[in-house]
């Protein structure tokens, strides 16, 4: 066994996590300029963006010595977790449950209703190298239900962020730049 220390990555270069509504034209490149559409959520925690496998594993077992025959995954899925830090429309909208908001004399006022909901967003997440920043990978996901994660803490220790948490729905395209074909000689 080979190992490669130059293949190992430590993301959190210039990551961005991109939002637009659902059906906005979608990257089909790792380059290529986003539509006018998506907004950037801006600054993000220092934990960084967190992909989970959602689905449960169940055994289904034989009746000698109710030994494991077979495996699967139910209800198989992916959700994506961060933390935006910018106290901006975009990200108290999908914290929130805005019913309206107006800007007048440099004063937000947003109509809220009590309760969280569902938010369906088309996301890109460009993610970089911290070293080497032309080391890319991009997640383009067409359909992405956001909901509010976690309490919204306001103190003085931290940054009051808007936790957000989003299934994937349906697949998704990651393009990322390909380390082995380059290092190899």
Known sequence: MTVNADLARIFGGADAVYLAPVGTKLPTTIGEALDASFQDTGWLHADGITETPTGSKSELRGHQNT???????ESPGTQVKFVALEDKALTREIRYDVKNAATAEGVRTERRGAGQRVSPRACVIDKFDTDDQTVKERTVIE??????DGDRVYSNA???GFGMLGEIIGEYTVFSTDLE????P
């Open 181 to 184: 074909s380059q290092l190899k």
């Open 143 to 148: 359909r992405l239900e956001i909901v509010p």
């Open 158 to 160: 931290d940054i009051a």
């Open 67 to 73: 030994g494991v025959v077979r495996s699967r995954i």
